[in-house]
T-cell receptor
Framework: KAGVTQTPRYLIKTRGQQVTLSCSPISGHRSVSWYQQTPGQGLQFLFEYFSETQRNKGNFPGRFSGRQFSNSRSEMNVSTLELGDSALYLC????????????FGPGTRLTVT | KNEVEQSPQNLTAQEGEFITINCSYSVGISALHWLQQHPGGGIVSLFMLSSGKKKHGRLIATINIQEKHSSLHITASHPRDSAVYICAVRDAGGTSYGKLTFGQGTILTVHP
């Protein structure tokens, strides 16, 4: 089976712009979780989607949003980008949920200038 | 105080040494994960534990639910084990979903 894929791998945006990141889970996996990793805060949970429904979300402002499609592919969107949004954004898929073994994608490195 | 604390933050070892990384947490949990992250960002899930002990090759993970503590051991360490090791917990929400809370990671460097 192919692993979790994320596109794009690298992205440079300007403050105030918006960005959409994409994640394709392992075939058959219905859960997709998103995480933000920064040097200062480490890994932080953004949200989890399961069968097109958001099941849980972390403590991030409303500028961070996501969705999941019927084929389990997921997107996350960040509006009105701030310098502090520069981070590695990782998604992980699981066949059942975030408490079960997760398979991580390579991440998208977002730089906001 | 963070909900998940790892120690040490940095660890340097010589090839062949036995290594232990510790993880303590302050909330009730239903699962604990050990993750490995190599330079460049890729994360691999090593173990998921809810009780007892698991072994995979040279890696051993243990958890003590009563003491809220887990350890990751690497026997006969090798330079390719150099990576960041991250502990993550899921709180005891009683469902199969839920957010993970992560430790700050332990940077392991193994010298030949």
């Amino acid at each position: 089976k192919a692993g979790v894929t994320q596109t794009p791998r690298y992205l440079i945006k300007t403050r105030g712009q918006q960005v959409t990141l994409s994640c394709s889970p392992i075939s058959g996996h219905r859960s997709v979780s998103w995480y933000q990793q920064t040097p200062g805060q480490g890994l932080q949970f953004l949200f989890e989607y399961f069968s097109e429904t958001q099941r849980n979300k972390g403590n991030f402002p409303g500028r961070f949003s996501g969705r999941q499609f019927s084929n389990s592919r997921s997107e996350m969107n960040v509006s009105t980008l701030e310098l502090g949004d520069s981070a590695l954004y990782l998604c992980a898929s699981s066949d059942t949920g975030a408490s079960y073994e997760q398979y991580f994608g390579p991440g998208t490195r977002l730089t906001v200038t | 105080k963070n909900e998940v604390e790892q120690s040490p933050q940095n660890l340097t070892a010589q090839e062949g040494e036995f290594i232990t990384i510790n993880c303590s947490y302050s909330v009730g949990i239903s699962a604990l994960h050990w993750l490995q992250q190599h330079p460049g960002g890729g994360i691999v899930s090593l173990f998921m534990l809810s009780s007892g002990k698991k072994k995979h090759g040279r890696l051993i993970a243990t958890i003590n639910i009563q003491e809220k503590h887990s350890s990751l051991h690497i026997t006969a360490s090798h330079p390719r084990d150099s990576a960041v090791y991250i502990c993550a917990v899921r709180d005891a929400g009683g469902t199969s979903y839920g957010k993970l809370t992560f430790g700050q990671g332990t940077i392991l460097t193994v010298h030949p």
